[in-house]
């Protein structure tokens, strides 16, 4: 399969799942104000994680990667993405009628099987390409801590059947598979991306910095975990792990920034730069809330809000820097299409991410200093969240469309 038709196909694909995704998340806020009929809050929360995390992210970052990296290797992936797209559709039906069960575990393992698979074809073309370059090392390590996330999923079926599946331990393990997907696969991936989009412009950059950025980033993944403990008021030296490693990432963010400056120059657009700099500041505040977290007073407040704050962080990451992010990639590459509804459709989109960001920590803030909700919190978070679907189905009406755009951004 020829690589237009390929990244074409798979990115569209991916696209139907953040409608879908989105879609569901308004469904969820709106059982603030009625529950919706037949349908189990629950089960409709765990299959919009699931499909935003797995039908859109992995799907859309496993197309750009194959596209950036192993252009000529097409065919060797489209069984892999097919076996992911058929998890991913199990999932999408199962969940919303059983949640955890049987059916949707089965579908929830197979997509675990499809990524093994992705991973080994993945290192194995890529080493026989002979790809040693900073951007293949990005790579190299965002697959391995896909790997290294399976095992928080794995671990589920034992930490249940000892009478833990509401327990610490249930907690821990779906704070550890968050974390080593987002934070190290997905992440990784992205600056991968980015530096591989550099190499191939002929972009000159430092290459002492860009090392260095490399390294605190990436070895700042494993003790990052730290921070996903301290609600459970762990010894001192957990949050001295923690704080040690969010610092590390945020050195490290400081010291890549001329180099991600370098691909924003390299975007034509301007509409599309003034989004890569939303992207950039969604990076620079999970940087910093990451180091400021692991201080003990902050670490409190982050647990008294964690129904605002930890929800936030993770919108802010998965929204605000990955889905934006991967937008942007794929139209400038082409992949999508850069006409005027499409811009739009994103500009909507965009603007929803940051109005809930900013009612979701707001709420929190005022929830501990006053002890009070802002007035009518439901309906401004169903309204700006409602903005997100609006955008994105757009943006989707825009990419269905036949004509096919000569412009780059």
Not at 238 to 247: F, K, Q, R, S, T
Not at 286 to 302: D, E
């Amino acid at each position: 399969m020829a690589l237009s038709s390929f990244s074409n196909k798979w990115a569209k694909i991916a696209l139907h799942f953040l409608v879908f995704a989105a879609i569901a998340g308004v469904g969820l806020r709106f059982y603030n104000f009625s529950m919706i009929e037949g349908v189990n809050y629950k089960f409709l929360l765990h299959t919009h994680s699931h499909v935003a995390l797995l039908g859109w992210m992995f799907l859309a970052f496993a197309v750009a990667m194959v596209k950036e990296f192993l252009p000529d290797k097409t065919e060797a992936f489209h069984k892999i993405l097919l076996l992911t797209l058929i998890s991913v559709i199990g999932m999408m039906v199962s969940f919303p009628f059983q949640g955890y069960a049987a059916i949707s575990i089965t579908f929830s393992t197979l997509f675990l099987f499809a990524s093994y698979w992705f991973v080994i074809v993945f290192y194995k073309e890529l080493n026989k390409a002979g790809d040693n370059s900073l951007s293949a090392k990005w790579i190299r390590w965002s697959l391995f801590f896909l790997i290294i996330s399976s095992f928080g999923p794995w671990s589920l079926g034992p930490i249940m059947v000892f009478g833990e599946s509401h327990g610490v331990l249930y907690n821990l393990a779906i704070y550890y598979y968050l974390h080593f997907l987002y934070n190290g696969f997905f992440v990784l991936a992205a600056f991968g991306i980015i530096f591989k989009q550099l190499d191939n412009k002929g972009i000159d950059y430092n290459v002492k910095r860009a090392q260095l950025f490399f390294q605190l980033t990436v070895y700042g993944v494993i003790p990052a975990y730290a921070l996903s403990m301290l609600w459970i008021s762990p010894s001192i030296w957990v949050y001295l792990i923690g704080g040690l490693a969010g610092a590390a990432q945020l050195i490290a963010f400081v010291i890549g920034l001329p180099m991600l400056k370098l691909f924003l120059r390299n975007i034509i657009s301007r509409f599309y730069k003034s989004v890569f700099v939303l992207i950039l500041m969604a990076y620079t505040v999970k940087v910093l809330m990451q180091f400021l977290s692991a201080f003990p007073a902050l670490a409190a407040y982050a647990y008294e809000t964690r129904v605002f704050t930890a929800i936030g962080y993770i919108h802010l990451v998965m929204l605000g820097f990955l889905s934006l992010f991967i937008l942007i990639y794929f139209v400038k590459t082409k992949t999508f299409t850069d006409y005027l509804p499409g811009r739009i459709g994103v500009a909507v989109f965009s603007i929803g991410i940051m109005l809930s960001e900013i009612i979701l920590f707001s709420n929190g803030i005022i929830l501990s200093t006053k002890g009070s909700f802002i007035p009518d919190y439901s309906l401004w978070m169903l309204l700006t969240s409602s903005l997100m679907p609006i955008g994105i189905v757009i943006f989707w009406i825009n990419q269905m469309s036949k004509k096919r755009s000569d412009t780059s951004v």
